[in-house]
């Protein structure tokens, strides 16, 4: 089994910045695509931003310029941060990532439990 534990949200001001990290641990073989996803209140989860493992990048086209996605293969973990942050940008905010654990396993999507970022005044 997979666990992803996220951590880093919180409440800030507009135009403020927060970091999210997202580890990844238990029975992993190999890690390839990470990410962040997000999702407000009535509205559907959206992406916000992928990286894979070579560390090709993607983002939503809200947040380019100001969001960044990073990993650390060495740690299983991927980061977002985030900054001149809008209130628009309030949501809870998932880390997936696509993982197989063993050479003869399909590769299989895990989600994180979501870490709660409100942009407020």
């Known amino acids: 089994q997979v666990q992803l534990v996220e951590s880093g949200g919180g409440l800030v001001q507009p135009g403020g910045s927060l970091r999210l990290s997202c580890a990844a641990s238990?029975?992993?073989?190999?890690?390839?695509?990470m990410g962040w996803y997000r999702q407000a209140p009535a509205k559907q989860r959206e992406l916000v931003a992928s990286i894979t493992s070579d560390s090709t990048t993607n983002y939503a086209d809200s947040v380019k310029g100001r969001f960044t996605i990073s990993r650390d293969n060495a740690k299983n973990t991927v980061y977002l941060q985030m900054s001149s942050l809008e209130p628009e940008d309030t949501a809870v905010y998932y880390c997936?990532?696509?993982?197989?654990?063993?050479?003869?396993?399909?590769?299989?999507?895990?989600w994180g439990q979501g870490t709660q970022v409100t942009v407020s005044s």
């Open positions: 238990g029975s992993i073989f190999g890690i390839y695509a």
């Open positions: 997936h990532a696509r993982v197989q654990t063993s050479r003869i396993t399909p590769v299989q999507t895990y």
